[in-house]
Protein backbone atom coordinates (compact mmCIF):
# COMPACT_ATOMS: atom_id res chain seq x y z
CA UNK A 1 0.00 0.00 0.00
CA UNK A 2 1.37 3.21 -1.10
CA UNK A 3 1.75 6.03 2.14
CA UNK A 4 -1.46 7.68 2.15
CA UNK A 5 -0.10 10.89 3.45
CA UNK A 6 1.76 11.18 -0.01
CA UNK A 7 -1.24 10.21 -2.12
CA UNK A 8 -3.28 12.85 0.11
CA UNK A 9 -0.81 15.22 -1.09
CA UNK A 10 -0.98 14.70 -4.61
CA UNK A 11 -4.55 14.21 -4.44
CA UNK A 12 -4.38 18.20 -2.96
CA UNK A 13 -2.45 19.12 -6.12
CA UNK A 14 -4.60 17.63 -7.83
CA UNK A 15 -7.70 19.54 -6.76
CA UNK A 16 -5.92 22.37 -6.65
CA UNK A 17 -4.84 22.26 -10.40
CA UNK A 18 -9.04 21.89 -11.66
CA UNK A 19 -8.28 18.09 -11.82
CA UNK A 20 -5.61 18.42 -14.54
CA UNK A 21 -3.70 15.48 -15.08
CA UNK A 22 -1.31 13.97 -17.52
CA UNK A 23 1.13 10.92 -18.77
CA UNK A 24 1.66 12.27 -21.97
CA UNK A 25 4.40 15.05 -22.21
CA UNK A 26 3.28 15.75 -25.65
CA UNK A 27 -0.11 16.68 -24.21
CA UNK A 28 0.82 18.54 -21.01
CA UNK A 29 -0.69 21.69 -20.31
CA UNK A 30 0.25 24.15 -17.61
CA UNK A 31 -0.57 23.29 -13.97
CA UNK A 32 -1.06 19.67 -15.06
CA UNK A 33 -0.32 17.26 -12.25
CA UNK A 34 2.08 14.98 -14.05
CA UNK A 35 2.60 11.34 -13.30
CA UNK A 36 5.69 9.44 -14.46
CA UNK A 37 4.53 6.26 -15.70
CA UNK A 38 6.93 3.39 -16.84
CA UNK A 39 5.58 0.94 -20.12
CA UNK A 40 7.26 -1.73 -21.52
CA UNK A 41 8.83 0.78 -24.41
CA UNK A 42 9.42 3.78 -22.35
CA UNK A 43 10.10 5.29 -18.98
CA UNK A 44 8.08 8.32 -18.08
CA UNK A 45 10.76 9.00 -15.28
CA UNK A 46 13.25 10.84 -18.60
CA UNK A 47 10.86 13.24 -19.10
CA UNK A 48 10.47 14.44 -16.01
CA UNK A 49 12.72 17.72 -15.83
CA UNK A 50 11.01 18.03 -19.04
CA UNK A 51 7.37 18.37 -17.26
CA UNK A 52 8.68 20.81 -14.94
CA UNK A 53 9.99 23.01 -18.06
CA UNK A 54 6.50 22.71 -19.46
CA UNK A 55 4.92 24.02 -17.08
CA UNK A 56 4.04 21.25 -14.37
CA UNK A 57 2.26 22.26 -11.06
CA UNK A 58 4.13 18.79 -9.92
CA UNK A 59 5.63 15.90 -11.27
CA UNK A 60 5.37 12.40 -9.63
CA UNK A 61 7.96 10.36 -10.09
CA UNK A 62 10.16 6.86 -9.10
CA UNK A 63 13.55 6.90 -10.09
CA UNK A 64 15.67 6.98 -7.44
CA UNK A 65 17.67 9.87 -7.90
CA UNK A 66 15.09 12.25 -7.88
CA UNK A 67 14.18 10.46 -4.53
CA UNK A 68 15.70 13.61 -2.26
CA UNK A 69 14.79 16.70 -5.00
CA UNK A 70 12.39 18.93 -3.68
CA UNK A 71 11.20 19.69 -7.24
CA UNK A 72 9.43 16.27 -7.60
CA UNK A 73 6.91 14.49 -4.97
CA UNK A 74 8.61 10.68 -5.12
CA UNK A 75 6.56 7.33 -4.86
CA UNK A 76 8.05 3.96 -4.60
CA UNK A 77 5.87 3.15 -7.58
CA UNK A 78 4.24 5.93 -9.59
CA UNK A 79 1.75 3.46 -11.38
CA UNK A 80 0.59 2.11 -7.96
CA UNK A 81 0.34 5.53 -7.17
CA UNK A 82 -1.84 7.05 -10.13
CA UNK A 83 -4.11 3.80 -9.28
CA UNK A 84 -4.34 5.09 -5.14
CA UNK A 85 -4.93 8.35 -6.17
CA UNK A 86 -8.02 7.35 -8.62
CA UNK A 87 -9.05 5.10 -5.71
CA UNK A 88 -9.20 8.42 -3.20
CA UNK A 89 -11.00 10.42 -5.89
CA UNK A 90 -13.73 7.96 -7.24
CA UNK A 91 -14.30 7.53 -3.34
CA UNK A 92 -15.17 10.93 -3.18
CA UNK A 93 -17.24 11.78 -6.27
CA UNK A 94 -21.31 10.40 -5.41
CA UNK A 95 -22.26 9.49 -8.85
CA UNK A 96 -23.42 5.60 -9.08
CA UNK A 97 -20.24 3.15 -10.51
CA UNK A 98 -21.26 0.62 -13.18
CA UNK A 99 -18.62 -2.11 -13.52
CA UNK A 100 -18.35 -4.44 -16.59
CA UNK A 101 -16.16 -6.87 -16.94
CA UNK A 102 -16.19 -10.54 -18.96
CA UNK A 103 -14.69 -12.02 -22.10
CA UNK A 104 -16.79 -10.59 -24.91
CA UNK A 105 -18.72 -7.60 -25.67
CA UNK A 106 -17.18 -5.44 -22.98
CA UNK A 107 -16.93 -2.56 -25.02
CA UNK A 108 -20.25 -2.27 -26.55
CA UNK A 109 -22.20 -2.90 -23.52
CA UNK A 110 -20.49 0.03 -21.94
CA UNK A 111 -21.38 2.17 -24.80
CA UNK A 112 -25.00 0.78 -24.48
CA UNK A 113 -25.30 1.79 -21.01
CA UNK A 114 -23.60 4.94 -21.85
CA UNK A 115 -26.15 5.78 -24.44
CA UNK A 116 -29.00 4.95 -22.18
CA UNK A 117 -27.92 6.39 -19.10
CA UNK A 118 -27.49 9.35 -20.48
CA UNK A 119 -31.26 9.87 -20.54
CA UNK A 120 -31.23 9.91 -16.84
CA UNK A 121 -28.43 12.03 -16.27
CA UNK A 122 -24.68 13.51 -16.83
CA UNK A 123 -22.61 10.38 -17.43
CA UNK A 124 -18.79 9.07 -17.92
CA UNK A 125 -17.93 6.42 -20.02
CA UNK A 126 -14.24 4.63 -20.24
CA UNK A 127 -12.99 6.55 -23.49
CA UNK A 128 -12.28 3.71 -25.70
CA UNK A 129 -10.91 0.77 -24.05
CA UNK A 130 -8.98 2.23 -21.48
CA UNK A 131 -9.71 -0.82 -19.82
CA UNK A 132 -6.08 -1.75 -17.93
CA UNK A 133 -4.41 -0.80 -14.95
CA UNK A 134 -3.51 2.74 -16.64
CA UNK A 135 -6.68 3.08 -18.26
CA UNK A 136 -8.98 2.62 -15.52
CA UNK A 137 -7.61 4.95 -13.01
CA UNK A 138 -7.37 7.83 -15.61
CA UNK A 139 -10.60 7.19 -16.46
CA UNK A 140 -11.75 7.30 -12.67
CA UNK A 141 -9.40 10.68 -12.19
CA UNK A 142 -11.82 12.74 -15.03
CA UNK A 143 -14.99 11.93 -12.61
CA UNK A 144 -16.31 15.23 -11.64
CA UNK A 145 -18.80 16.38 -8.77
CA UNK A 146 -21.70 16.77 -11.88
CA UNK A 147 -20.98 13.89 -13.08
CA UNK A 148 -24.17 11.47 -11.57
CA UNK A 149 -23.08 7.76 -13.47
CA UNK A 150 -19.87 6.05 -13.94
CA UNK A 151 -19.61 3.31 -17.00
CA UNK A 152 -16.32 1.84 -16.07
CA UNK A 153 -14.83 -1.19 -18.32
CA UNK A 154 -12.58 -3.44 -16.88
CA UNK A 155 -10.19 -5.45 -18.87
CA UNK A 156 -7.19 -7.81 -17.99
CA UNK A 157 -4.68 -10.06 -19.87
CA UNK A 158 -3.36 -11.79 -16.79
CA UNK A 159 -4.12 -12.95 -13.20
CA UNK A 160 -4.46 -11.06 -10.55
CA UNK A 161 -4.86 -7.96 -12.76
CA UNK A 162 -8.66 -7.72 -12.32
CA UNK A 163 -8.24 -7.51 -8.31
CA UNK A 164 -6.33 -4.75 -8.62
CA UNK A 165 -8.75 -2.72 -10.97
CA UNK A 166 -11.92 -3.77 -8.59
CA UNK A 167 -10.22 -2.66 -5.42
CA UNK A 168 -10.40 0.91 -6.97
CA UNK A 169 -14.26 1.51 -7.09
CA UNK A 170 -16.44 1.09 -4.57
CA UNK A 171 -19.37 -0.79 -6.98
CA UNK A 172 -22.84 0.06 -7.26
CA UNK A 173 -23.69 -2.10 -10.27
CA UNK A 174 -21.46 -5.07 -11.65
CA UNK A 175 -21.66 -7.02 -15.02
CA UNK A 176 -19.41 -9.56 -16.37
CA UNK A 177 -20.55 -10.19 -19.82
CA UNK A 178 -19.72 -13.51 -20.49
CA UNK A 179 -17.00 -15.86 -19.66
CA UNK A 180 -15.01 -16.93 -22.88
CA UNK A 181 -11.48 -17.87 -24.67
CA UNK A 182 -9.70 -14.65 -23.98
CA UNK A 183 -6.32 -14.62 -23.56
CA UNK A 184 -5.30 -18.23 -22.76
CA UNK A 185 -1.76 -17.54 -23.44
CA UNK A 186 -1.97 -15.11 -20.15
CA UNK A 187 -4.46 -17.50 -18.18
CA UNK A 188 -3.65 -21.17 -19.67
CA UNK A 189 -7.41 -22.28 -19.21
CA UNK A 190 -10.96 -20.82 -19.05
CA UNK A 191 -11.27 -22.02 -15.37
CA UNK A 192 -8.30 -19.20 -14.41
CA UNK A 193 -10.56 -16.48 -16.68
CA UNK A 194 -13.59 -17.64 -14.62
CA UNK A 195 -11.90 -17.19 -11.35
CA UNK A 196 -10.46 -13.74 -12.39
CA UNK A 197 -13.41 -12.45 -14.38
CA UNK A 198 -15.36 -13.32 -10.55
CA UNK A 199 -13.56 -10.16 -8.68
CA UNK A 200 -16.11 -7.97 -10.39
CA UNK A 201 -18.86 -10.13 -8.64
CA UNK A 202 -16.53 -10.10 -5.60
CA UNK A 203 -16.68 -6.62 -5.66
CA UNK A 204 -20.57 -6.41 -5.49
CA UNK A 205 -20.74 -8.57 -2.74
CA UNK A 206 -18.04 -6.44 -0.83
CA UNK A 207 -19.90 -3.12 -1.44
CA UNK A 208 -23.43 -4.24 -1.25
CA UNK A 209 -24.35 -3.90 -4.87
CA UNK A 210 -26.59 -5.17 -7.60
CA UNK A 211 -25.43 -7.88 -10.30
CA UNK A 212 -26.54 -8.42 -13.82
CA UNK A 213 -26.61 -12.07 -14.67
CA UNK A 214 -26.23 -13.60 -17.79
CA UNK A 215 -28.45 -16.67 -17.05
CA UNK A 216 -27.37 -18.35 -20.35
CA UNK A 217 -23.67 -18.40 -19.38
CA UNK A 218 -23.16 -21.68 -16.76
CA UNK A 219 -20.10 -20.16 -15.42
CA UNK A 220 -21.85 -16.51 -14.57
CA UNK A 221 -24.60 -18.53 -13.37
CA UNK A 222 -23.00 -20.53 -10.88
CA UNK A 223 -20.58 -17.98 -9.84
CA UNK A 224 -23.53 -15.76 -9.38
CA UNK A 225 -24.63 -17.62 -6.39
CA UNK A 226 -23.28 -15.65 -3.49
CA UNK A 227 -25.29 -12.25 -5.00
CA UNK A 228 -28.02 -10.97 -2.78
CA UNK A 229 -29.34 -8.55 -5.40
CA UNK A 230 -29.75 -9.41 -8.71
CA UNK A 231 -31.63 -9.16 -12.06
CA UNK A 232 -31.01 -11.60 -14.77
CA UNK A 233 -31.00 -11.41 -18.31
CA UNK A 234 -31.29 -14.34 -21.13
CA UNK A 235 -31.81 -14.82 -24.59
CA UNK A 236 -33.20 -18.89 -23.90
CA UNK A 237 -34.87 -18.74 -20.35
CA UNK A 238 -38.36 -16.40 -20.34
CA UNK A 239 -38.56 -16.70 -16.47
CA UNK A 240 -35.19 -13.72 -16.23
CA UNK A 241 -36.45 -10.53 -15.65
CA UNK A 242 -34.48 -9.21 -19.28
CA UNK A 243 -35.73 -11.74 -22.39
CA UNK A 244 -35.36 -11.09 -25.53
CA UNK A 245 -37.04 -13.49 -28.11
CA UNK A 246 -34.54 -12.85 -31.64
CA UNK A 247 -36.50 -12.68 -34.83
CA UNK A 248 -33.58 -11.84 -37.17
CA UNK A 249 -29.91 -11.65 -36.69
CA UNK A 250 -28.50 -9.90 -39.43
CA UNK A 251 -28.08 -7.21 -40.83
CA UNK A 252 -29.82 -6.00 -38.35
CA UNK A 253 -30.76 -7.43 -34.78
CA UNK A 254 -34.74 -7.71 -34.21
CA UNK A 255 -36.42 -9.01 -31.32
CA UNK A 256 -39.81 -9.13 -28.86
CA UNK A 257 -38.58 -7.48 -25.38
CA UNK A 258 -40.22 -9.17 -22.07
CA UNK A 259 -39.24 -7.44 -18.72
CA UNK A 260 -40.56 -9.25 -15.71
CA UNK A 261 -42.67 -11.45 -18.13
CA UNK A 262 -44.30 -8.91 -20.01
CA UNK A 263 -44.30 -7.89 -23.36
CA UNK A 264 -42.64 -4.64 -24.14
CA UNK A 265 -42.95 -4.71 -27.91
CA UNK A 266 -40.51 -5.59 -30.83
CA UNK A 267 -37.50 -3.78 -31.41
CA UNK A 268 -34.95 -3.76 -33.93
CA UNK A 269 -31.06 -2.38 -33.21
CA UNK A 270 -28.29 -1.24 -35.82
CA UNK A 271 -26.19 -4.20 -33.49
CA UNK A 272 -25.88 -6.86 -35.79
CA UNK A 273 -25.50 -10.65 -34.29
CA UNK A 274 -27.42 -12.53 -31.37
CA UNK A 275 -24.48 -11.88 -28.84
CA UNK A 276 -25.11 -8.20 -29.39
CA UNK A 277 -28.73 -8.70 -27.54
CA UNK A 278 -26.85 -9.94 -24.35
CA UNK A 279 -25.40 -6.29 -24.32
CA UNK A 280 -28.51 -4.25 -25.29
CA UNK A 281 -29.87 -6.28 -22.18
CA UNK A 282 -27.19 -5.13 -20.03
CA UNK A 283 -27.58 -1.71 -20.20
CA UNK A 284 -31.59 -1.90 -19.85
CA UNK A 285 -31.38 -3.75 -16.77
CA UNK A 286 -28.72 -1.20 -15.67
CA UNK A 287 -31.06 1.88 -16.30
CA UNK A 288 -34.12 0.11 -15.11
CA UNK A 289 -32.09 -0.38 -11.67
CA UNK A 290 -31.55 3.19 -11.85
CA UNK A 291 -34.48 3.98 -12.39
CA UNK A 292 -35.70 4.25 -16.02
CA UNK A 293 -38.59 2.28 -17.80
CA UNK A 294 -37.46 -0.97 -19.51
CA UNK A 295 -39.47 0.16 -22.61
CA UNK A 296 -37.36 3.79 -22.33
CA UNK A 297 -34.31 2.22 -21.94
CA UNK A 298 -34.65 0.09 -25.04
CA UNK A 299 -35.75 2.92 -27.22
CA UNK A 300 -32.44 4.47 -25.82
CA UNK A 301 -30.54 1.20 -26.07
CA UNK A 302 -31.57 0.65 -30.23
CA UNK A 303 -30.04 4.01 -31.12
CA UNK A 304 -26.75 2.85 -30.54
CA UNK A 305 -25.12 2.27 -33.48
CA UNK A 306 -21.36 1.26 -33.84
CA UNK A 307 -18.12 2.66 -34.93
CA UNK A 308 -14.41 1.83 -34.91
CA UNK A 309 -14.60 -1.52 -36.66
CA UNK A 310 -16.90 -3.11 -33.81
CA UNK A 311 -19.70 -4.60 -35.57
CA UNK A 312 -19.87 -2.14 -38.38
CA UNK A 313 -21.50 -2.75 -41.32
CA UNK A 314 -20.09 -0.70 -44.29
CA UNK A 315 -21.22 -0.80 -48.20
CA UNK A 316 -18.39 -1.01 -50.21
CA UNK A 317 -18.75 -1.31 -53.90
CA UNK A 318 -21.81 -3.55 -54.36
CA UNK A 319 -21.30 -5.22 -51.01
CA UNK A 320 -22.63 -5.21 -47.27
CA UNK A 321 -19.72 -5.35 -45.64
CA UNK A 322 -19.57 -6.83 -41.64
CA UNK A 323 -16.51 -5.13 -39.88
CA UNK A 324 -15.37 -6.28 -36.96
CA UNK A 325 -11.71 -5.94 -36.74
CA UNK A 326 -10.92 -4.69 -33.35
CA UNK A 327 -10.29 -7.83 -32.00
CA UNK A 328 -11.40 -11.40 -32.01
CA UNK A 329 -10.98 -14.38 -29.85
CA UNK A 330 -12.47 -18.11 -30.20
CA UNK A 331 -15.69 -17.37 -28.61
CA UNK A 332 -16.01 -14.07 -30.14
CA UNK A 333 -15.43 -15.61 -33.92
CA UNK A 334 -17.80 -18.47 -33.91
CA UNK A 335 -20.90 -16.29 -32.63
CA UNK A 336 -20.06 -14.18 -35.01
CA UNK A 337 -19.84 -16.71 -37.71
CA UNK A 338 -22.98 -18.75 -37.00
CA UNK A 339 -24.94 -14.92 -36.69
CA UNK A 340 -23.49 -13.99 -39.81
CA UNK A 341 -24.48 -17.56 -41.47
CA UNK A 342 -28.02 -16.73 -40.69
CA UNK A 343 -28.30 -13.91 -43.84
CA UNK A 344 -29.87 -15.03 -47.19
CA UNK A 345 -28.02 -14.37 -49.67
CA UNK A 346 -24.21 -15.12 -51.33
CA UNK A 347 -21.35 -14.31 -48.76
CA UNK A 348 -17.53 -14.54 -48.07
CA UNK A 349 -15.57 -14.82 -44.70
CA UNK A 350 -12.37 -13.32 -43.94
CA UNK A 351 -10.94 -14.70 -40.97
CA UNK A 352 -8.00 -12.84 -39.07
CA UNK A 353 -6.19 -14.59 -36.57
CA UNK A 354 -6.66 -14.63 -33.21
CA UNK A 355 -3.73 -13.76 -30.98
CA UNK A 356 -2.78 -14.26 -27.52
CA UNK A 357 -4.07 -17.61 -27.19
CA UNK A 358 -0.55 -19.42 -26.50
CA UNK A 359 -0.14 -23.18 -26.75
CA UNK A 360 -3.95 -23.18 -27.63
CA UNK A 361 -3.69 -21.41 -30.90
CA UNK A 362 -3.38 -24.12 -33.03
CA UNK A 363 -6.19 -26.32 -32.03
CA UNK A 364 -8.72 -23.10 -31.35
CA UNK A 365 -7.72 -22.02 -34.66
CA UNK A 366 -8.35 -25.35 -36.15
CA UNK A 367 -11.83 -25.44 -34.39
CA UNK A 368 -12.92 -22.12 -36.19
CA UNK A 369 -12.20 -23.86 -39.70
CA UNK A 370 -13.94 -26.96 -38.72
CA UNK A 371 -17.01 -24.58 -37.33
CA UNK A 372 -17.53 -23.62 -41.07
CA UNK A 373 -16.89 -26.68 -42.91
CA UNK A 374 -19.45 -28.24 -39.99
CA UNK A 375 -22.09 -24.58 -41.52
CA UNK A 376 -20.82 -25.96 -45.40
CA UNK A 377 -18.73 -22.49 -45.71
CA UNK A 378 -15.45 -23.64 -46.23
CA UNK A 379 -15.15 -22.56 -50.23
CA UNK A 380 -16.29 -18.99 -49.31
CA UNK A 381 -13.77 -18.82 -46.24
CA UNK A 382 -10.32 -17.35 -46.48
CA UNK A 383 -7.82 -17.16 -43.44
CA UNK A 384 -5.52 -14.81 -43.20
CA UNK A 385 -2.18 -14.83 -40.46
CA UNK A 386 0.52 -17.43 -39.39
CA UNK A 387 -1.64 -19.11 -37.01
CA UNK A 388 -4.40 -19.79 -39.33
CA UNK A 389 -1.48 -20.50 -42.06
CA UNK A 390 0.36 -22.90 -40.18
CA UNK A 391 -2.73 -24.58 -38.27
CA UNK A 392 -5.32 -25.34 -41.29
CA UNK A 393 -2.67 -26.46 -43.87
CA UNK A 394 -5.28 -28.26 -46.20
CA UNK A 395 -7.20 -25.13 -46.74
CA UNK A 396 -6.76 -23.75 -50.12
CA UNK A 397 -7.61 -20.27 -49.26
CA UNK A 398 -5.17 -19.43 -46.42
CA UNK A 399 -2.68 -16.57 -46.74
CA UNK A 400 0.20 -15.51 -44.15
CA UNK A 401 0.11 -12.15 -44.70
CA UNK A 402 -2.66 -9.79 -45.71
CA UNK A 403 -0.57 -8.57 -48.54
CA UNK A 404 -0.03 -12.12 -49.72
CA UNK A 405 -4.17 -12.49 -49.39
CA UNK A 406 -4.71 -8.70 -51.50
CA UNK A 407 -2.09 -9.62 -54.15
CA UNK A 408 -4.09 -12.76 -54.84
CA UNK A 409 -7.31 -11.46 -54.41
CA UNK A 410 -5.86 -8.76 -57.26
CA UNK A 411 -5.56 -12.10 -59.77
CA UNK A 412 -8.58 -13.68 -58.15
CA UNK A 413 -11.20 -11.59 -57.72
CA UNK A 414 -14.40 -12.41 -55.96
CA UNK A 415 -17.08 -10.34 -54.88
CA UNK A 416 -20.62 -11.35 -52.79
CA UNK A 417 -23.49 -9.57 -51.32
CA UNK A 418 -22.70 -9.73 -48.07
CA UNK A 419 -18.49 -9.79 -46.59
CA UNK A 420 -17.95 -11.11 -43.39
CA UNK A 421 -14.46 -9.66 -41.75
CA UNK A 422 -13.06 -10.48 -38.32
CA UNK A 423 -9.68 -11.10 -36.71
CA UNK A 424 -7.46 -9.96 -33.74
CA UNK A 425 -5.96 -6.00 -33.88
CA UNK A 426 -2.52 -6.74 -35.09
CA UNK A 427 -4.14 -8.60 -38.11
CA UNK A 428 -5.34 -5.30 -39.13
CA UNK A 429 -8.29 -7.40 -41.40
CA UNK A 430 -9.90 -3.98 -42.36
CA UNK A 431 -7.63 -3.93 -45.11
CA UNK A 432 -9.43 -6.45 -47.15
CA UNK A 433 -11.93 -3.25 -48.04
CA UNK A 434 -9.17 -2.12 -50.24
CA UNK A 435 -10.48 -5.31 -52.45
CA UNK A 436 -13.19 -4.17 -52.43
CA UNK A 437 -13.68 -0.61 -53.16
Given at each position: ?????????????????????????????????FFCIRGEKFDGNSFAETALIQGARVVVVDWEEYQKDPRFIWVEDTTVAIQQLAKLHAKSMPCKKIMVGGS????????????ILEGLGNTLATPGNWNNHIGVPLTLLSLRPEHEFAVIEMGTNHPGEMSVLCDLIST???????????????????????????????????????????????????????????????????????????KAEMPELQFDFYFDGSNIGTFTSPLSGRYNAYNLLFGVATAHLLGMSAKDAMLRACTYKPTNNRSEWRTIGKAQLFLDAYNANPSSMSVA???????????????????????????????????????????????????????????PYRFETMEALLAWLDTHPVSAEFVFVKGSRGIKMERVIEHFV
Amino acid sequence: MMNSAVIDAIYGHFVASQYQICTDSRALKIGDVFFCIRGEKFDGNSFAETALIQGARVVVVDWEEYQKDPRFIWVEDTTVAIQQLAKLHAKSMPCKKIMVGGSNGKTTTKEVTRTILEGLGNTLATPGNWNNHIGVPLTLLSLRPEHEFAVIEMGTNHPGEMSVLCDLISTDIGIITNIGKEHLEGFGSIEAIAKEESEVFASVIKHNGKGIVNLDDTWLHSMSKRLKNVTTISLVNPQAQCYAEIKAEMPELQFDFYFDGSNIGTFTSPLSGRYNAYNLLFGVATAHLLGMSAKDAMLRACTYKPTNNRSEWRTIGKAQLFLDAYNANPSSMSVAIQSFATISGSKLFFLGDMLELGEHAAYEHQQILALCKELNLQDSTYLVGAEFYQSCPQHPYRFETMEALLAWLDTHPVSAEFVFVKGSRGIKMERVIEHFV
